[in-house]
């Protein structure tokens, strides 16, 4: 059969720019290209600078998982000053970025991912009734009323009628690979809507302990805020009612509109649980994600990786194991492009040789993408709530473990179906609700140190330079809410002479190694032959895939024109 190109750019419902290019023939992918086309960057800039301020730069590569940058940030120069950090300080990280992860899980399913499962004009046609007879048998949650659903429909079905999509508008309405009946389709557009207003109630927590948010506040040694009953202005006990609250309305929307959600709309797409296998290799830093501590250490979770497709056996994680090449990005190294380098040697120049926007053709090119691409002692390595899940039923995580073969028991799959797109998709759902028990938690281990009289949220010993030695070195990781996150850091004399970020999307979207090696974006398209692509014209199940990885390309490239140049120009007509 002839072979055809298909170019899906920009793709979009994700942040960033990424480009798509892909061979088909017979209805299946067999080859494929992920491009990020978005020159910027924050890595450079930060040379030359205090180490005390690299998190505000840093939390600038990106708002959408906000904070996580800033956390990893801090917790790598913490980790080169061995500077020790407050109890009372770690908990709070760890609230916020629990928080974060939730927010971000529940707004990517909803609001990014969704529409390619839920077919908007379909619910249109929904009986409001039998759609609340249907919500019953899944969940308690109390906004499932025949009222609301029937509210919902008529006010969608009033802007379709004025020939206005709206929010909907722009995608593949009744696409043949649609599955769900028109009574799910409605209940998913109804939490739709309710998920709205929902993410901006519970990420509160991040304004009341980091006065805002996108890009709250942080503390090299501890936190930004203070904590005193007594006082108006701190966090007391007000304050903390507000956050028992967005906490616990945190948990109920997972438990009771989320997960319920994503396992009934899975039960319609069972095909996806072996489709978009990425790269058998997955890594998770473990409980060092919740952990002021910047190297992966012990916990109820520790570190590991899961080799070449065994997700039994789990792996100790070495650091030292990692190396980014610059093969197929547009970057050089001294010694050559086929040579890997590890973060604490990285480097970041850049050398664009690819033709001038707007692009015809990338795949052509040896080098056609921003994202360097990071292998794990070799190998191309997949990262995010899957990779975490996987993890931790390797390690026999009790709740875990509870919580997967439940879920995996109603879809009939086994583990390794989580290594899919309907997998991915799957483990975001069952993290949320995992995390919003243990910020519970956590909450509950602040408020005893408090009423115990231990309300310190900041350590002062480390904080001027004359304590620091002269030369040090760091590592800071973090689990972002797409997988993990590492920053790395060189301090000579109280500056910053080297500074590296290995993000979760330049993990899973770079491009080939000097082997050939493709990346786990392209793997999970191209691997096999076996991706379905019915109409190149409307590719819904490449978005499916890709948007199954939650992909955060600002947060993948960290070039920038220091002169403040233009690049590129984008016109719109």
Same mark, same amino acid.
């Given at each position: 059969m002839a072979t055809q190109r298909i170019v899906i750019d920009p793709i979009t419902r994700i942040e960033g720019h990424l480009r798509i290019e892909l061979e088909t023939s017979g209805g299946r992918i067999t080859n494929a290209w992920a491009s990020a086309t978005q020159f910027r960057g924050i890595e450079t800039i930060l040379k030359g600078r205090d180490p005390r301020d690299a998190w505000a730069l840093a939390q600038r590569i990106c708002g959408v998982c906000t904070g996580v940058h800033a956390i990893a940030s801090i917790r790598a120069v913490e980790d080169a000053l061995k500077y020790p950090v407050p109890p009372c300080a770690e908990l709070i990280r760890n609230l916020m970025a629990g928080m974060g992860a939730v927010q971000d899980h529940v707004m990517h399913f909803y609001h990014l991912h969704a529409l390619d499962w839920v077919d908007v004009k379909s619910a249109l046609a929904a009986d409001p009734q039998a759609t609340a007879r249907l919500a019953a048998t899944i969940s308690p949650w109390p906004n499932n009323s025949t009222t609301w659903l029937r509210e919902v429909q008529q006010r969608v079905a009033k802007s379709v009628a004025g020939g206005q999509y709206g929010i909907f508008a722009g995608n593949y309405w009744g696409h043949p690979t649609y599955h769900l009946p028109p009574e799910v389709n409605l209940l998913a557009l109804a939490h739709y809507l309710e998920a709205l207003p929902w993410q901006r109630e519970i990420i509160r927590l991040h304004a009341i302990f980091g006065g805002k948010n996108p890009h709250p506040n942080f503390l090299v040694g501890g936190m930004a805020c203070t904590i005193?009953?007594?006082?108006?202005?701190?966090?007391?006990?007000? /304050?903390?009612?507000?956050?028992?609250?967005?906490?616990?309305?945190? /948990?109920?929307?997972? =438990? =009771?509109?989320? #997960?319920?959600?994503?396992?009934a709309i899975a039960g319609f797409y069972r095909e996806y649980a072996s489709i978009g296998v990425? *790269?058998?290799?997955?890594?998770?830093?473990? =409980?060092?994600? $919740?952990?002021? *501590?910047?190297?992966?250490?012990?916990? /109820?979770?520790?570190?590991?990786?899961?080799?070449?497709?065994? #997700?039994?056996?789990?792996?100790? $994680?070495?650091?030292?194991?990692?190396?980014? $090449?610059?093969? %197929?990005?547009?970057? %050089? #190294?001294?010694?050559?492009?086929? *040579?890997? /380098?590890h973060p604490l040697r990285g480097e970041t120049t850049p050398r664009y040789t690819g033709p001038r926007p707007p692009y015809r053709e990338l795949a052509g090119s040896k080098k056609y993408t921003w994202v360097k691409a990071p292998r794990y002692d070799g190998r191309a390595v997949q990262v995010g709530p899957n990779a975490r899940i996987l993890v931790a039923c390797a390690l026999g995580h009790a709740e875990t473990v509870g919580m997967v073969d439940e879920a995996l028991a109603k879809l009939g799959a086994g583990r390794d179906s989580l290594n899919s797109t309907l997998g991915r998709t799957l483990c975001r759902s069952l993290e949320s609700v995992l995390l919003a028990r243990r910020m519970e938690e956590w909450f509950g281990e602040l408020l005893e140190r408090i009423k115990s009289g231990d309300s310190t949220t900041f350590n002062p010993d480390k904080w001027e330079p004359e304590s620091w030695p002269r030369s040090a070195q760091g590592v800071g990781f973090m689990e972002a809410p797409r997988g993990t996150l590492s920053h790395w850091v060189e301090i000579e004399n109280g500056r910053i002479s080297r500074y590296q970020c290995v993000v979760p999307s330049t993990w899973n979207s770079c491009g080939r190694d000097a082997d050939g090696q493709l990346g786990p974006f392209e793997q999970a398209l191209a691997a096999g032959g076996r991706h379905p692509l019915q109409d190149p014209e409307r590719p819904l199940e490449v978005l499916r895939t890709i948007h199954s990885f939650d992909p955060c390309q600002s947060c993948a490239c960290h070039m920038f024109d220091p002169a403040g140049g233009i690049n590129c120009e984008v016109k719109v007509r």
């Open positions: 005193n009953l007594d006082n108006q202005q701190t966090i007391n006990n007000v /304050r903390l009612d507000e956050l028992k609250g967005h906490i616990s309305q945190a /948990r109920r929307f997972v =438990e =009771e509109v989320y #997960y319920p959600d994503v396992l990425a *790269s058998p290799t997955l890594l998770a830093a473990g =409980e060092c994600a $919740f952990s002021c *501590s910047g190297t992966p250490q012990g916990g /109820r979770v520790r570190a590991g990786v899961l080799l070449d497709g065994n #997700y039994q056996s789990l792996q100790p $994680f070495d650091p030292m194991k990692i190396a980014e $090449f610059v093969d %197929s990005a547009w970057y %050089s #190294y001294p010694e050559g492009d086929k *040579s890997g /380098r």
